[in-house]
């Protein structure tokens, strides 16, 4: 299963998770080498979503547990959207 699928809306799993504030799904998710700045239709990435909704416990996981993520480059397909270093799937 890839971790990173994106609905209609271009939302993934832990854009679900950070909406419903668990952070342990968020931590789950983020062992799966998830990508907290891949941007949704409305241009807002799980990180952004966790920014604006003042979720402390889940800005910690993604600040602390892993930095790397956080780093934006472009899509390669020349589409809006960002991800970072790995656009290949995590096994599980």
């Known amino acids: ?5 994106e609905d209609y809306n271009g939302r993934t799993a ?7 504030k668990n952070s342990q799904m968020v ?6 080498d998830t990508i907290p700045m891949t941007k949704d239709k409305w241009r807002q990435a799980a990180l952004d979503e966790a920014t604006m ?3 402390p416990s889940i800005l910690t996981l993604f600040n602390i547990e892993h930095p790397e993520r956080l780093v934006a480059l472009p899509c390669r397909t020349g589409c809006d959207k960002t991800v970072t270093h ?5 096994p599980i």
């Open 27 to 32: 931590a789950e998710l983020l062992q799966y």
């Open 1 to 5: 299963m890839y971790m990173d699928q």
């Open 53 to 55: 909704n003042n979720l």
């Open 86 to 90: 790995s656009d290949t799937p995590a």
């Open 14 to 20: 832990l854009h679900a998770a950070v909406r419903n």
